[in-house]
């Protein structure tokens, strides 16, 4: 069964440094890959994907992701953070032909931002 | 405008009862999907839809049955609520499941419905 491993639970970033917050999936055949945001108390907002081509992607708010096949792993990355960009992330993954089986999510990764 | 709204926001009940949480998207789309986000923020797929009929269930108790009366809406209706049921659910949405295009697997989510059992 696919599944998607994000290692740290919590992450605390100064505000202005950079972050890197980690992503591994099972293997499979050609995975489909998603961060997605989550405010408090707000739903899920999609901030980047990667279906196939160019391996580092960008998305919205600054952040970017890059794909290595070699260590199944989905990264997601930002130069500069900001106080609000305090959230739980989350990494997901679908596979090609998986269709409405739906996003296997990692059990997020809470980010703190300290001033 | 709202792509994929829920209603209630909140919903506080007691053991026993029986809910229904709405789902509208504006999207256009064909899929839509219900997820359970438990205590520890882990989410799970529940049910997909794919043009009101039901793709996909995974394993949840019957006490839950999700109603499509069309492709723009998912309800969730759960009977005899159970203390292990207080959870934050979520609906999504996404272009033809079945079409085998790659943007199927784009899901853009509501902002959930706080389902609190007392």
């Known amino acids: 069964a696919q599944s998607v491993t994000q290692p740290d639970i919590h992450i605390t970033v100064s505000e202005g440094a950079s972050l890197e917050l980690r992503c591994n999936y099972s293997y499979g055949a050609t995975p489909y890959l998603f961060w997605y945001v989550q405010s408090p108390g707000q739903g899920l907002q999609l901030l980047l994907k990667?279906?196939?081509?160019?391996?580092l992607v960008q998305g919205i708010k600054g952040f970017e992701a890059e794909f290595k096949r070699s260590q199944s792993s989905f990264n997601l990355r930002k130069p500069s953070v900001h106080w609000s960009d305090a959230a739980e992330y989350f990494c997901a993954v679908a596979y090609s032909g998986g269709g409405a089986d739906g996003l296997t999510f990692g059990k997020g990764t809470h980010l703190i931002i300290q001033p | 405008d709202t792509a994929v709204s829920q209603t209630p926001k909140y919903l506080v009940t007691q053991m026993g009862n029986d809910k229904s949480i709405k789902c509208e998207q504006n999207l256009g789309h064909d899929t839509m999907y219900w997820y359970k986000q438990d205590s520890k923020k882990f989410l799970k797929i529940m049910f997909s839809?794919?043009?009101?009929?039901?793709?996909i269930n995974e394993t949840v108790p019957n006490r839950f049955s999700p109603k499509s009366p069309d492709k723009a809406h998912l309800n969730l209706h759960i009977n005899s609520l159970e203390l292990g049921d207080s959870a934050v659910y979520f609906c999504?949405?996404?272009?033809?499941?079945?079409?085998?295009?790659?943007?199927?697997?784009?899901?853009?989510f509501g902002p959930g419905t706080r389902l609190t059992v007392t």
């Open positions: 999504a949405s996404s272009q033809d499941s079945t079409s085998g295009s790659i943007w199927a697997y784009e899901q853009y």
């Open positions: 839809y794919n043009n009101k009929e039901l793709i």
């Open positions: 990667y279906f196939s081509g160019d391996t």
